[in-house]
């Protein structure tokens, strides 16, 4: 399996033996436990040491039969669901950075319509090597504070320059909550709420207004048939590049009003980099843990204020803060104007 591949599997693994589903599959419909992930890269990796090898000669003199298996972002669904016998939908979604969150809402109307009691969902990347590093850089979407790498990514900070790519991966097990009741799960919060929308813009950059941003947090709302006033905690897209995170908070002041100054709001992509595809899920766990903990994850690495940016805004900068979360928002973008939001919210019996 290429390295996003076996983060998918790893994730997925922990997920399961989390929700106690390891210990309960002979007594769980499988056909009606599925698989949704998102990448927005994939096999990345094993595409560039298998070209790398055929053209100058140093491997065998053909493409290993593994390389399209390999390298298809279908193939960490496939794996979780092979390992675990799960027969119900599998399918991967690839829309860039915003690739996890679609995974987590396509889980979540499959589980509404009925169709899955179950679903593993999340997403993986694993772009660190030279094709991914490469690439980004030349399109100038990095950070190049090399010098100072261990602050280099800054989201807000009027001195960012760009993200810092990161990798991993990150899984959920939804559950349909009746389901979840009778086999005794632990709940560690509810899923209510989830917006897609697109800016038919750019190719890679945000509105500068956000106005599909703004948008597709207000299809959350209504989806979740909650108030702006029912949201403690946003955790943003909040990059770390110059036109983003302006666009982001002008979109959130937007929606917000006078209630964008009440909440908390924070990028934890300051403290694992960008993962890409894996960003939704990662950053949806990290409201997960902030409405059980709560404890709002701060925005590091901020230095000197930018004046296009609101101070009255609790950023959460350096920080952490403790306070009740009822409900938490989470924010994931991808190149092509691919916008999404998840609304989380303390699940109380």
């Not at 994939?42 to 298996?69: A, H, V, W």
């Not at 894996?278 to 997960?288: L, N, R």
Request: charged share 20%; with cysteine.
């Amino acid at each position: 399996m290429d390295p996003f591949c076996q983060f998918a599997v790893i994730a997925a693994d922990e997920a399961v033996a989390m929700a106690g589903l390891d210990q309960q599959l002979e007594n769980l419909d499988l056909d009606r436990i599925g698989v949704i992930w998102g990448a927005g890269i994939g096999g990345l990796q094993s595409l560039e040491k298998e070209i790398e090898e055929f053209i100058t000669g140093n491997g065998t003199p053909r493409y290993n039969p593994f390389m399209i298996p390999k390298m298809i972002i279908d193939i960490a669904a496939g794996m979780i669901s092979i390992k675990y016998g799960f027969r119900g939908i599998n399918y991967a979604t690839v829309s860039a950075c915003a690739s996890s969150s679609h995974a987590i809402i396509n889980a979540f109307d499959y589980i509404r319509l009925g169709k899955n009691d179950i679903i593993v969902t999340g997403g993986s990347e694993a772009a660190v090597m030279k094709a991914g590093v490469g690439g980004f850089n030349a399109m100038k979407a990095l950070s190049t504070r090399n010098e100072d790498y261990a602050t280099a990514s800054r989201p807000f900070d009027a001195e960012r320059d760009g993200f810092v790519l990161g990798e991993g991966a990150g899984s959920l097990v939804l559950e349909e909550l009746e389901h979840a009741k009778r086999r005794g799960a632990t709940i560690y919060a509810e899923l209510v709420g989830g917006g897609a929308t697109a800016d038919a813009y750019h190719m890679t950059a945000p509105h500068p207004e956000g106005i599909s941003v703004s948008k597709v947090m207000q299809l959350a709302l209504e989806d979740a048939g909650m108030k702006t006033d029912d949201i403690d905690y946003i955790n943003v897209h909040g990059t770390s590049t110059e036109l983003g995170d302006v666009a982001e908070l002008k979109a959130i002041q937007k929606v917000f009003g006078d209630h964008a100054y009440k909440m908390n709001i924070s990028s934890s992509k300051s403290m694992t980099g960008h993962l890409l595809g894996a960003a939704g899920a990662i950053e949806a766990i990290a409201c997960i843990l902030a409405i059980k903990h709560s404890f709002v994850p701060p925005t590091i690495n901020h230095f000197t204020d930018d004046p296009e940016i609101d101070s009255k805004l609790n950023l959460t900068f350096n920080q952490a803060q403790q306070r009740p979360i009822r409900a938490a928002m989470s924010n994931t973008f991808g190149f092509g104007g691919h916008n999404s939001t998840l609304i989380l919210k303390k699940f109380e019996n």
